[in-house]
């Protein structure tokens, strides 16, 4: 017996939904969409790959599922093309008739389909050889190009001048280089032009620049305040002044011959100027000084004649191979000559203001940027020097340097055939591969007709319960006979031919159903048994009038249902009921309301002792399983007034059902014009607009507007709807059906 099922991920299952229960008989109500067919579907496959999240508990191996639904129906009713009105009433039969009919509209198809496999093969080949064409073309564009005009680069296309095929095969058959080659076309062309001819010839190397005073600009006498003997009577005198250089050159401006008498100072025109003031400033200049001031003439006039040195920008511009360094070589050679006239003046400044400290900057790293472009002239002189003397050498190298440029530059064009050629070699194997497998296929649909006409079960007994069925039911206006072995019709009185188009949708649901019947009580051949049952019956009145509603109801209480027996209880010696079922355990599904009270147990004790009853909901979080109680079971009119009251239900199921009431309640009931009713306030406003329009709307399909236009707004159309029945006299039936 099934204790539980588990329904997760799957249809509007967006969450696990459980259904518990300890009961034989299981009644589950549900509106349609609701998930009744999904539940039945699962009973039905559960192995099935989409069920893979939902899971059920209480089966063995010594279970069988019994499932009657839409899936039932369609898979063991066939109805015959060829034969029109005759069917077959059994899964088996059904599978090998189908499978007989396919078979044969195989074998009709075969020879045309090869037809056409061979037609799209020899399609694909002309398409692949107008691509090869058009490929040859382009890359031919190589060859125009470069064996007219200069002919520099002629030589590289040797062998490959005559044909468009083998061209392009040559290049096909290069790899594409990693990277995009660094040199140009008219690269090559210079090189090979410095080469070959009368003006071809060996350039000098470019002499690096040396800088041989770069000692000086760390000489530490630079960062020294260089100052004159402290010991002199007017040293302190000076150091107060702060600028014994301004004193230094203010010497020359007195006499060189001892002065006979003081003379006038230049600042307070007093005569203050004596010989002992004269020897005193000399006195601290002293020699240590005056042998700094020296060190630092010397360092300048050493630090300027290097500079004059240095060769000009004009006696490196004369070799053919400074071009392509040009701009690298001006920045830095600028730059280098900028920074040792900078520190030439710094020991100028020096000189002239011995006191204050100067710091020159280190000219060895820009000298050595220099010298690296001059190393590079030097490479490619010498590249090109050797080029010379390797004429056959540099020749081949520039003619593989030529075709990985031409492969990089034509690789769209190539990569695009070899992509359409490999997707055209795929596409013509499994053409040739589907042509071969035609003969295969014929003989093998033949072979299918011969073993399925073998496989079709009698069920002859079935038939003749099924009649019998159909007049327990009222039905005597039609019955079922043989056509052939495994084939059936529907006869109608005296009319045997194409009945089976004039049944309705009901009929044939009840022929359907009174099947199922059979196959649950074991007289079909081909079904097991030996095992314990579970029926599944799912909507098995969706299509039928009211007039067979009871008589289906009926028939599902007489041979799925329970009988109760009284037995005497062998301890106390007590009569106790005990119920006997012909089925392990029995699940019944329906929408409809007046189905589920048929075949629900009126009494309170049986039904508690014997039955279980749940709803199945669905709302915006998906579809869930309720307990229901006997109480609960309402009329279609109530079971609408149940979905408006739940906000989480989806948007156009309320409307829809807002709708419903409304039509019923108005214009079966009480007879009234809406339209009277929302021309009176509040019902006017905007506000409750897009609720008029909706339920002002002839046809039920429009829900959908309600998501296309973001209009449903639960408040406004709960409010709405309240006050509808308020305008029109009845609040107090809405306030009892909303409780």
């Not at 399609?123 to 470069?146: G, R």
């Not at 003969?439 to 009649?467: G, L, P, W």
Request: with cysteine; proline share 2%; glycine share 4%.
């Amino acid at each position: 017996m099934i204790t539980k099922i588990n329904l997760n991920k799957v249809a509007s299952y967006k969450s696990q939904a459980t259904l518990e229960t300890d009961k034989t008989l299981n009644l589950i109500y549900g509106l349609n969409g609701t998930g009744k067919s999904t539940l039945s579907n699962y009973l039905l496959k559960i192995t099935d790959e989409k069920f893979k999240n939902c899971s059920v508990e209480g089966l063995d191996e010594n279970h069988e599922i019994l499932v009657y639904n839409q899936t039932f129906i369609q898979e063991n009713f066939f109805e015959s093309e060829s034969l029109k009105g005759i069917f077959t009433l059994s899964k088996e039969n059904k599978e090998a008739e189908t499978k007989i009919s396919n078979a044969q509209k195989e074998l009709g198809k075969l020879d045309g389909e090869k037809n056409k496999k061979v037609n799209e093969l020899e399609s694909e080949k002309t398409s692949i050889s107008k691509k090869l064409e058009n490929a040859n073309n382009i890359v031919w564009k190589i060859k125009t190009d470069y064996s007219g005009g200069d002919r520099v680069l002629e030589f590289c296309l040797e062998g490959h001048k005559g044909s468009k095929d083998n061209l392009f095969s040559h290049i096909v058959g290069l790899k594409k280089p990693t990277d995009k080659p660094t040199k140009s076309i008219d690269e090559l062309k210079n090189e090979v032009q410095a080469i070959i001819g009368e003006n071809a010839q060996k350039y000098s190397y470019v002499p690096k620049i040396s800088f041989s005073s770069s000692s000086i600009e760390t000489e530490k006498i630079f960062n020294k305040e260089i100052v004159g003997n402290e010991n002199s009577s007017v040293s302190e005198l000076i150091t107060q002044l702060g600028n014994s250089d301004w004193v230094k050159s203010g010497l020359k401006y007195l006499p060189e011959e001892p002065l006979e008498e003081n003379i006038d100072c230049p600042f307070c025109q007093e005569k203050t100027v004596s010989n002992e003031l004269i020897e005193s400033i000399k006195d601290y200049f002293d020699a240590s000084y005056e042998s700094d001031i020296s060190s630092l003439k010397t360092f300048l006039e050493e630090y300027s004649q290097t500079i004059q040195q240095i060769p000009t920008k004009t006696e490196f511009e004369v070799n053919p191979k400074f071009e392509a360094f040009k701009k690298d070589f001006e920045i830095k050679f600028s730059a280098f000559n900028q920074l040792v006239k900078s520190n030439k003046k710094r020991i100028e400044e020096k000189i002239k203001t011995p006191s204050v400290p100067q710091t020159l900057e280190n000219s060895t790293k820009p000298l050595e940027e220099i010298n690296e472009v001059i190393s590079k002239i030097n490479a490619s002189i010498l590249e090109h020097n050797n080029n010379i003397d390797q004429k056959a050498t540099v020749k081949t190298t520039i003619k593989n340097t030529f075709w990985q440029i031409m492969r990089w530059d034509y690789d769209q064009t190539i990569n695009s055939y070899l992509l359409d050629k490999n997707t055209s070699k795929v596409k013509s194997d499994l053409l040739n591969l589907s042509i071969k497998d035609y003969d295969t296929k014929i003989s093998e649909q033949r072979s299918t007709i011969s073993e399925q006409q073998k496989q079709t079960v009698n069920i002859e007994e079935a038939v003749a319960s099924i009649n019998d069925g159909l007049i327990d039911l009222g039905i005597t206006d039609f019955k079922i006979e043989n056509h052939s072995d495994n084939l059936y019709k529907i006869v109608r009185g005296e009319n045997k031919e194409r009945v089976f188009r004039s049944l309705s949708e009901g009929e044939k649901m009840i022929i359907s159903f009174l099947y199922f019947l059979e196959m649950c009580r074991g007289k079909q051949e081909a079904t097991e048994t030996g095992k314990k049952k579970i029926i599944v019956i799912d909507d098995p009145i969706s299509s039928l009038s009211h007039i067979y509603v009871f008589n289906i109801g009926r028939l599902i209480k007489n041979e799925f249902f329970g009988e109760k027996e009284s037995i005497k209880d062998e301890e106390t010696g007590e009569q106790v009921n005990i119920w006997n079922y012909k089925y392990e355990q029995v699940f019944i599904l329906t929408h409809s309301l007046y189905f589920f009270y048929e075949i629900t147990e009126t009494k309170h004790d049986e039904r508690k002792e014997t039955q279980k009853l749940f709803r199945l909901i669905k709302n915006n979080d998906g579809s869930s399983f309720q307990k229901m109680k006997y109480e609960e079971i309402q009329n279609d009119y109530q079971a609408y007034w149940y979905i408006i009251k739940d906000e989480n239900q989806p948007p156009a199921l309320i409307a829809n059902c807002m709708r419903n009431v409304i039509e019923y309640f108005f214009n079966f009931v009480e007879k009234k014009d809406l339209n009277n009713f929302f021309r009176q306030k509040p019902l006017s406003s905007n506000r409750f607009q897009a609720f008029y329009r909706y339920i002002n709307r002839e046809s039920h399909s429009l829900g959908q507007n309600i998501f296309d236009f973001k209009e449903f707004d639960y408040a406004d159309f709960k409010d709405g709807f309240a006050e509808l029945f308020k305008a029109a006299g009845y609040e107090e039936h809405h306030k009892k059906m909303i409780r």
